[in-house]
């Protein structure tokens, strides 16, 4: 699964650890989510998709 | 220690070639101090007639393990270093650090937990008193580990479980393998402590693997 995470950061000019308290995960997960490495749970796509006020079908794609 | 590679070297022949420096540098290390721990305890016969492939395999685990252990937590005393092993931006924080000591204990203990059977077989210590530090040691790793499951997030969470899955997997195969090969009467029987010892081998074996394609290290 491809995401947008790493664009949608660097739009709002936020680090890493910035999104990782937004989310309330360790920057290793946010470092695995945007390389692709880990696919998240569903409660935490509905979260990151509230943290970036987008819908989830716009940040994930197959 | 990057200088000594040609640039376009692959990042997994770095790593490799690191690991095996490593496993050379430590492997006479720990040859050295077997050698003067058989002088201090001329009791501990390392030609023992009784030492098993078992043992042999659980000493090589074990030695993993410690190493392993001691990488992290001298890793961990450079907080920039550490945010490059854990692909952080930046250096690690406070969370971090705690975090990847705490790991580096359960290695630590884990490969202390692995080699104490076969050392204290070898040793004049009474087995109920043998047993009973092992318990002790093992309710103490069991303890470290819900500590640690439940400090972290969904990655690691995802990570022991899938190592735990492919573990079991791979080593119900293997032991279905076997185990008809011994009722069919072609391998010879094995123990418990075999199977825990391969179990712990190809534990240790998938979740680095893991760890690595999830991109914890």
């Known amino acids: 699964m491809n995401n947008r995470l790493k664009v949608l950061r660097a739009e709002r000019n936020w680090s890493q650890a910035d999104l990782a308290e937004a989310l309330g995960v360790s920057r290793q997960t946010v470092n695995a989510l945007e390389t692709g490495r880990y696919d998240p749970s569903l409660p935490l796509a509905f979260k990151i998709a509230r943290v970036f006020d987008q819908p989830i079908e716009s940040i994930f794609s197959e | ?217």
Request: aromatic residues 8%; hydrophobic residues 55%.
């Open chain 2, 1 to 217: 220690m990057s200088g000594l590679f040609p640039a376009s070297t692959p990042e997994w022949a770095r790593q490799l070639s690191k690991a095996v420096l490593a496993g050379a540098v430590f492997g006479a290390v720990g040859y050295g101090v077997g050698r003067l721990a058989a002088s201090f305890f001329p009791g501990l016969d390392p030609t023992l007639p009784d030492l098993r492939w078992a043992d042999v395999a659980a000493g090589l685990v074990a030695a993993v393990l410690l190493v392993a252990c001691l990488g992290t937590a001298v890793t961990s005393i450079d907080r920039a270093a550490l945010g490059r092993v854990l692909k952080l931006e930046g250096p690690a924080g406070d969370a971090e650090v705690r975090a990847v000591r705490l790991q580096s204990a359960i290695l630590g203990l884990s490969g202390v937990i692995m080699i104490l059977p076969p050392i204290l077989s070898a040793v004049s210590v009474p087995v109920t008193a043998s047993l009973a530090g092992i318990g002790l040691l093992l309710v103490l790793h069991t303890t470290l580990n819900l500590r640690l499951y439940r400090s972290v997030d969904e990655l690691f969470r995802r990570v022991v479980v899938e190592a735990g899955a492919l573990t079991f997997w791979l080593g119900q195969g293997l032991l279905f393998l076997w185990a008809a090969a011994e009722r069919l009467a072609v391998a010879p029987p094995l123990t418990a402590w075999d199977i825990y010892v391969v179990l712990m081998g190809v534990y240790l074996v998938v979740s680095m693997v893991v760890t690595f394609r999830r991109g914890l290290a």
